[in-house]
């Protein structure tokens, strides 16, 4: 699929195009992402919600390019807009070139490799894990920040602008004070860093190593170390999950006003629909690999189409209501292993409003009229009617009617969890 | 805890083992059967001669007596006299020291030089030939009996190529650097050289294929965690993920293993040292064991004993000074 | 790469159990005037020296003698006229059997002393702690020789049970084990097992199962013997596994040394062979490879378990010391 920008679309910093990201293991071919659109906005909140094991943080790690053996990126394009970049590969790549969007994946690797920390950085889940434990907070930060300067006095170069960092020099690095990679300037940015982070007495806490540090205030030196580069995307992998609900809000709180004050765009992934709705702009819901809805947070709040999303609504505690209870969606996800996923739609069988049209995959069809809200589901098209529900949903999966509630039971007493904060 | 602190309390603990070791090899001689004076004296010794030898061994003392006295020669730096050549024994074991010490630190040396490399080439082409290969050599180098080895190379080198001596220290190295120092004479240092490699390759291998098979486990153990996940998406050069986080954090705890593992790098200089017919300490402990000269059996075990203990006390000061989370517990 | 080292380690395990009906010849017999063969396929000139003592002065002749390798003994003889294909079987025996019993001594009285240290924690384990250092001071192999030499090599004759039976003739009737070696080896390497038991048993006793068990008022020994020793079994699996290849090799060793009560040993072959290096090899050559292939095989076993069970022991190989 070519895409041919608009110029009014100049919004758009991000288009993902048909993105496909497969992982070959020996249990099989596991489809983690399959072909997933969206676009990401300069200067908002876009949120990816799903269960664990949706995809929503390959589809991430995609973005960055880390996806690690045995997965692979095998079909799509994502388009980043950056009229300098254009110019720059137009003559060695003009497919990878249209107008001033830039398709990433056919730039060559060191290309790519270029543009992590200076256009996409990340944050993860367990910050404590997300830095090494031998090496001093400052001098990490230090390093992102080294990276980018090194990358900024050699912008003309399209090939891999920091890995000319050779094992020689590595050597030489060791043996001479002079010549380490982090420069005394760099330290400095790191504690204006931390500092910018709201980290109390950066200097000294920049000095200390990460198991001095709290859950807390640790994500928020990780926001830190991906700021070093002035990224254009942040991209947030549940940056809340491993951190105590009054820690949680601090840092919602704080990538929202880093996001006001800096202009930058943030990806915010959770299973939590809670914390995307405080602080996000528009919504991409995922299920099995798929993103199946997306919009903007009042779209998916109050228009939503996709059953899935509805049940995702509804595990939300809602303490203005407290009478109205707690719908947990019944079932699992489903295997992503190739050899076992049908050719319908994904969630049918755990769907509530499953339809005989549900045998077929069903294509993105916009919801009232609106471009920005888009579904992978027939309920856009057709109301639900019971006359043609499909008849091996759960509810009538076993002929024999005690087995049938039973099972039913078993289902809702082992319901997907969301949390909530 | 801070460092001086922890320092003091291992040395203090250091301390006490090496009382232990003391203690544990004077006893050794009196839970061993066999007299001691039938050892020194000729087969028709009479009595009178015996009981003249027990007294000059200083043999006829209560056992406590005998041990303060043992003691109090330890600390003067006195460990008797060898009853079969009626020398010091400590200046008899301390002539033998370096020559022990340079075949393991060449050996050290070695295997450090070449296992590192291996270990982190391996790592990083898993699953390829070369790791196979790497792994491979690995495999056999621990399995493989030194003083066979040690015979084997002798049989190559020496015997069929006829390349290399088989063994026998003909100078050692502070006499070869002495050499060409004073004398500008560098074929000290080549004797030296080509006297040492075959027995350092021997002791060494094992401690090759150790150190490789520990690099490239800890090496995939690293950059499998999260952390050098988030130094890719910094876009830190790949140099430097590989050998200033992930190289550094799998050696650190290697340390302490060849901390360790010292005890086998002495007990494999005794067998090199025979193989070889090298002077060194290792051959001092079967002989002395042989003749029942105790000084000497006391002296060379608490001598290998206390440098094991210091040994590991510098160990794991330099662990706990290079690996901020353990501190200094 | 682990199914070659299960099926060479059958392989060496049936050939000492068998070794009698495999044997060609008694191990022990000196087959006079065929010293010194070569194996098939190695047959060649070589020069071998003769001493005499011709009016009280010593003369060597040397005389250049045409080697003929012969069916009856396929891997040739040694210097004494010894089948070498049946010393490698009977050396099988002694090498699997001490390795397998000083293993089983040193891993119950190790994990014993260690889930002690470990369970009782404080002072009590401070104390065994300190007095397991001061044996880990001394090295293995210079413990062993130190304790061989004072002691000596002691050796215990086991009857064959085939050659018992009546179902094999003209092989020994008994075999040598050597005794003391294996308890000295076994005293030299329990440590190895105390400090793995130590370590779990120091974090299991915190668990809170543990606990529970205790404070509803289980016995020590019941939770010793109930919770702390199944959850310790696997790392000290993997541990003796490792261990029983560190104790062949350290045999060997001590073997080829001269402190070993059997004359049945590839160490010993190996040291007998040294003599003869440059005219007969495969004395010292075939027993070293005898070893090789056996502690690969076991050291192929050992990783296959580690990387099935997992356990965190990188940090307790055990010493050689061979």
């Given amino acids: ?421 | 805890m801070g460092i001086y602190k922890f320092l003091l309390k291992r040395v203090l603990q250091g301390l006490f083992v090496i009382w232990g070791i003391v203690t544990v090899v004077f006893l050794l001689r009196f839970m061993t059967p066999g007299d001691p004076v039938s050892f020194v004296a000729p087969l028709d010794a009479p009595p009178a001669l015996r009981a003249q030898i027990a007294e000059d061994l200083g043999l006829n003392q209560p056992l406590h007596i005998q041990y303060a006295e043992y003691l109090i020669g330890l600390v003067q730096g006195d460990m008797g006299y060898s009853y079969i050549s009626n020398t010091d024994a400590g200046s008899r074991i301390f002539a033998r020291l370096p020559a022990t010490l340079e075949l393991a630190l060449m050996a050290t040396l070695i295997a450090i030089i070449i296992s590192i490399p291996l270990g982190i080439i391996s790592a990083a082409n898993r699953h390829e030939p070369s790791d196979y290969a790497a792994t491979s050599f690995s495999l056999i180098g621990i399995s493989t009996p030194n003083f066979w080895l040690g015979i084997m190379l002798i049989l190559v080198f020496a015997e069929t190529l006829g390349v290399l001596p088989s063994g026998q220290q003909a100078i050692g190295l502070v006499g070869a650097l002495q050499m060409l120092i004073f004398e500008q004479n560098v074929s000290g240092l080549r004797a030296w050289g080509a006297h040492i490699i075959l027995p350092a390759i021997t002791l060494g291998t094992y401690f090759t294929a150790l150190i490789m098979r520990l690099t490239r486990n800890g090496m995939l153990e690293e950059l499998g965690k999260t952390y050098i996940r988030a130094l890719r998406a910094k876009g830190l050069p790949e140099t430097l993920v590989r050998y200033k986080h992930a190289l550094r954090n799998t050696l650190i705890p290697i340390i302490t293993i060849l901390g360790l593992q010292l005890g086998t790098l002495i007990g494999g200089a005794v067998v090199t040292e025979t193989v070889f017919a090298w002077p060194g300490l290792g051959r001092l402990v079967i002989t002395s064991v042989l003749n029942r000269d105790w000084p000497l059996i006391q002296g060379t075990l608490i001598v290998i004993g206390v440098g094991f203990v210091v040994i590991n006390i510098v160990v794991d000061s330099l662990y706990a000074y290079v690996n901020p989370k353990v501190g200094y517990e | 790469m682990a199914k070659i080292g299960v099926v060479l380690l059958i392989s060496i395990l049936l050939a000492s159990i068998f070794a009698p009906f495999l044997a060609l010849h008694d191990p022990t017999h000196q087959y006079s005037g065929e010293s010194n063969n070569p194996p098939i396929g190695f047959g060649g000139e070589t020069e071998t020296a003769t001493t005499e003592v011709v009016d009280g002065e010593v003369q060597t002749t040397v005389e250049t003698v045409e080697q003929s390798p012969t069916m009856e003994h396929p891997l040739g003889t040694d210097a004494l006229g010894r089948d070498m294909f049946s010393r490698l079987l009977f050396g099988a025996r002694t090498s699997i059997l001490v390795g397998l019993t000083a293993t089983t001594l040193a891993a119950t009285a190790g994990v014993v002393y260690g889930l002690t240290a470990g369970y009782y924690g404080g002072r009590i384990d401070d104390g065994m702690m300190r007095l397991a250092d001061i044996m880990l001071a001394f090295p293995s192999l210079v413990l062993a020789v130190t304790l061989i030499g004072l002691y000596g090599t002691g050796s215990i004759r086991i009857p064959d049970p085939w050659v018992g039976l009546g179902l094999v003739d003209g092989m020994p009737e008994s075999f040598v084990f050597p005794g003391t070696i294996t308890v000295v080896i076994a005293l030299v390497s329990w440590v190895w097992f105390a400090r793995v038991a130590r370590g779990e048993a120091l974090s299991l006793r915190d668990e809170d199962y543990v606990r529970a068990a205790r404070t509803a008022g289980a016995s020590d020994w019941y939770l010793l013997r109930k919770h702390l020793l199944p959850n310790c079994l696997t790392p000290i699996i993997v541990l003796a596994t490792v261990q029983v290849a560190v104790v062949i090799l350290l045999e060997s060793a001590l073997a080829f040394l001269g402190f070993s009560g059997t004359q049945l040993s590839w160490g010993f072959d190996v040291a007998q062979g040294r003599d003869y290096l440059a005219t007969s090899w495969w004395i010292t050559t075939l027993p070293g490879m005898a070893i090789l292939l056996t502690v690969v095989a076991i050291n192929l076993i050992g990783d296959w378990f580690r990387d099935a069970l997992d356990p965190d022991i990188s940090g307790e190989e055990g010493g050689t010391g061979a």
């Fill in chain 1, 1 to 421: 699929m070519v895409l041919v920008p608009r110029e009014s679309d100049s919004a758009d910093l991000i288009r993902v195009r048909d993105l496909t990201t497969r992982f070959y293991t020996e249990e099989g071919q596991i489809n983690a992402v399959e072909s997933i659109n969206f676009t990401i906005q300069k200067g908002e909140i876009f949120g990816i919600v799903g269960e664990s094991g949706s995809g929503k943080s390959v589809a991430a790690l995609s973005l960055i390019d880390l996806i690690e053996e045995p997965g692979r990126i095998v079909g799509g394009e994502i388009w980043y807009r950056n009229p300098d970049l254009a110019e720059m590969v137009a003559d060695a790549t003009p497919d990878a070139v249209d107008g001033a969007y830039v398709d990433i994946l056919q730039l060559s690797e060191g290309g790519r490799h270029a543009l992590r920390g200076s256009t996409f950085s990340m944050i993860f889940q367990d910050p404590m894990s997300s830095f090494n434990p031998s090496v001093t907070v400052g001098e990490q930060i230090a390093e992102a920040v080294e990276v980018q300067r090194r990358a900024s006095a050699n912008p003309r170069s399209t090939r891999a602008r920091t890995e000319d960092f050779s094992l020689v020099s590595f050597l030489l690095s060791s043996a001479l004070p002079s010549r380490q990679f982090v420069t005394p300037d760099s330290k400095d940015r790191a504690i204006e860093l931390l500092e910018q982070v709201g980290i109390p007495d950066p200097a000294k806490r920049a000095e200390e190593y990460p198991y001095e540090y709290s859950g807390g205030m640790l994500q928020r030196a990780m926001i830190a170390q991906a700021l070093a580069g002035e990224p254009e995307i942040l991209i947030a992998d549940e940056p809340t999950t491993a951190l105590d609900v009054t820690i949680q809000s601090q840092i919602l709180q704080l990538l929202s006003e880093l996001q006001d004050e800096t202009g930058l765009s943030i990806v915010l992934i959770s299973h939590n629909l809670g914390v995307i709705s405080r602080i996000c702009d528009r919504v991409g819901v995922m299920y099995a690999g798929e993103l199946i809805e997306k919009g903007d947070l009042s779209d998916i709040h109050q228009s939503s189409v996709h059953p899935y999303t509805q049940g995702l609504l509804d595990s939300i505690p809602d303490f203005e209501h407290p009478e109205s209870s707690l719908q947990p969606i019944p079932g699992n996800v489903p295997s992503l292993l190739d050899s076992e996923m049908g050719d319908g739609c994904y969630f049918a069988d755990r769907c509530p409003k499953a339809m005989t049209t549900c045998r077929e995959k069903p294509p993105e069809f916009t919801v009232d009229g609106d471009d920005d809200h888009t579904v992978q589901c027939y309920l856009a098209r057709e109301a639900y009617d019971p006359a043609k529900a499909l008849e091996d949903n759960i509810d009538s999966e076993e002929p024999d009617a005690t087995a049938s509630t039973m099972n039913r039971e078993q289902l809702e007493h082992s319901p997907v969890e969301f949390d909530n904060e």
